[in-house]
């Protein structure tokens, strides 16, 4: 059972940035960040698949970046130009197999880690 931790999150206002990262207890073949806003579903914000191809929500393109640290298993998150929208709480998930754009494929999730982005 693969384990995820998230961490990074906090407090900062529009135009600023934050890293989030997430410590995984192995590899796997998709990686991705997901969040949930106030009163709204989870969606994904971003995945990376095999270490190789990364895809985004239009919401944040241009302004995230996810990547990957092989050698410390560790999943990163940099969200730059931060808007109050972004507010949410946010997971990193992890999938064995299957589409990385599919949020179903995902089998493994972090604990979540808050963004509070005020104007």
């Known amino acids: 059972q693969m384990k995820l931790v998230a961490s990074g999150g906090g407090s900062v206002q529009a135009g600023e940035s934050l890293r989030l990262s997430c410590t995984a207890s192995?590899?796997?073949?998709?990686a991705g960040w997901f969040r949930q806003r106030p009163g709204q579903e989870r969606e994904r914000v971003a995945a990376?698949?095999?270490?190789?191809?990364?895809t985004y929500a239009d919401s944040v393109k241009g302004r995230f970046t996810i990547s990957q640290d092989n050698a410390k298993n560790t999943l990163y998150l940099q969200m730059n130009s931060l808007k109050p929208e972004d507010t949410a709480m946010y997971y990193c998930a992890a999938a064995d197999g299957g589409s990385c754009r599919n949020e179903g494929s995902y089998r493994y999730w972090g604990q979540g880690t808050q963004v509070t982005v005020s104007s």
């Open positions: 990376l698949e095999n270490d190789t191809s990364t």
């Open positions: 192995g590899s796997t073949y998709c």
